[in-house]
C-alpha cells in the first residue's frame, strides 16, 4: 500500500487510492466504518454518537487530468438537541460528486498578483499527487450532512427560555455607576 507523506495528519476513516495504479477508467469501493473509525469521527465532528456509517464511493479517472468521485453514505448521526440538548438521531442517506483536477495553475490577478478564487459548484479541487484518500473525502461529506441545527421534535425556544410575560410591567430604572459616592460630595474635606 502506498504510503501517506509523513507530515501530512491521518484521517479517522483513511482509504488510500493510488490513481496510478488504477489506470483509466472507474473502480468502485465500499467503505463500513469500523468502531473506532465511527468514534474517532463522532469526537472529530462533535456528535453523540455514530452508531453506524457507510458509504459506497465509485472513482473515475477521465480525460484531461479529472477525477470524480461519486457516492453514497448511509448511516445514523446522534447529535445534541440546540435547545434542550437532548440526543437527535439523525437518519443519513446522501449522495455526493466532488472533481478533482491535478495541476491546477492558480489564476492571478494582472494588478495585485492575488490568486483569484473560482466559486463555481463545477469548478475542480486540486489534487497534487497520485494519492487519492477515499476515506477523508467520505469524512468530509459526511460532517455537511449533518444537521447544523438539530432541534429534538416538539422542542420550542419558549421551553428552555425564562417566562418573562410577568415582568414586562416596568422596567427597572437605570442606576447611575457613581451613585454611592453622592453622599461624599457635601462632606467637609481635611485640610480646608
Known amino acids: ?7 501530512e495528519p491521518k484521517s479517522e476513516i483513511e482509504r488510500i487510492f493510488d ?20 468514534a474517532a469521527l463522532a469526537k472529530r465532528f462533535g456528535f453523540l454518537g455514530l452508531p453506524a456509517f457507510s458509504a459506497r ?7 484531461g487530468k479529472r477525477v470524480v468521485v461519486e457516492g453514497r453514505l448511509r448511516g445514523k448521526i446522534v447529535q445534541a438537541c440546540i435547545l434542550t440538548l437532548d440526543p437527535v438521531t439523525q437518519e443519513l442517506d446522501e449522495t455526493f460528486r466532488v472533481v478533482f483536477a491535478q495541476d491546477i495553475t492558480d489564476e492571478r490577478d494582472p ?3 492575488e490568486a483569484i478564487l473560482n466559486a463555481s459548484l463545477d469548478a ?14 467520505v469524512a468530509e461529506q459526511l460532517s455537511l450532512a449533518a444537521d447544523p441545527y438539530p432541534r429534538r421534535p416538539g422542542a420550542k425556544l419558549e421551553d428552555v427560555l425564562p417566562d418573562l410575560r410577568g415582568r414586562r410591567s416596568r422596567p427597572e ?4 455607576p457613581f451613585a454611592d459616592l453622592a453622599p461624599l460630595r457635601d462632606k467637609p474635606r481635611r485640610g480646608r
Open 1 to 7: 500500500m502506498p504510503q501517506v507523506p509523513v507530515n
Open 19 to 38: 490513481l496510478d495504479r488504477m489506470g483509466s477508467g472507474s473502480a468502485a469501493l465500499d467503505i463500513v466504518a469500523s468502531d473506532g473509525e465511527r
Open 57 to 63: 464511493v465509485t472513482v473515475d479517472r477521465q480525460p
Open 111 to 113: 494588478e495585485s498578483g
Open 124 to 137: 475542480p479541487e486540486p489534487l497534487a499527487g497520485n494519492l487519492l484518500d477515499v476515506g477523508e473525502i
Open 173 to 176: 430604572p437605570r442606576r447611575h
